[in-house]
């Protein structure tokens, strides 16, 4: 296993999908974190079974929820990126990516 690092810009993203689904059902968001942290202890134990997408950049879907988690790993750690909705265009997230600085 792995130490797992969410980095600021993935924080914001899943407190937005947080607040959206508490606006719908409070249970609904409570399911949705609960689908975040399964997908992530799957990161954390099994990081290379995803393919690369650029670089040392991988992508996870949630199994719930139509969301995709972007990371790559570097040394002992995981860095989490963005938690992304599907619909959106996931080229400009994975250049966001390659762009951002690590917090």
């Given amino acids: ?19 959206y689904y508490l606006e719908k059902d409070e249970l609904l968001a409570i399911r949705f974190l609960n689908d975040f942290e399964e997908t992530v202890n799957d990161i954390s134990r099994w990081e290379e079974a ?4 650029t670089g040392s950049y991988r992508k996870h879907l949630m199994k719930q929820f139509p969301y995709a988690i972007f990371f790559r790993s ?11 909705h599907c619909k959106r ?4 997230i994975i250049q966001d990516m390659i762009n951002e600085p690590e917090d």
């Avoid at 296993?1 to 607040?19: F, G, P, R, T, Y």
């Avoid at 995803?50 to 997408?53: E, I, S």
């Avoid at 750690?77 to 992304?84: A, R, S």
């Avoid at 265009?89 to 400009?92: P, S, T």
């Fill in 74 to 84: 570097e040394k002992d750690n995981i860095l989490i990126y963005y938690v992304v």
């Fill in 50 to 53: 995803w393919p690369l997408l």
């Fill in 89 to 92: 265009d996931h080229r400009e």
């Fill in 1 to 19: 296993m792995h130490n797992l690092k969410i980095l600021s810009s993935a924080e914001k993203d899943l407190q937005k999908a947080v607040l």
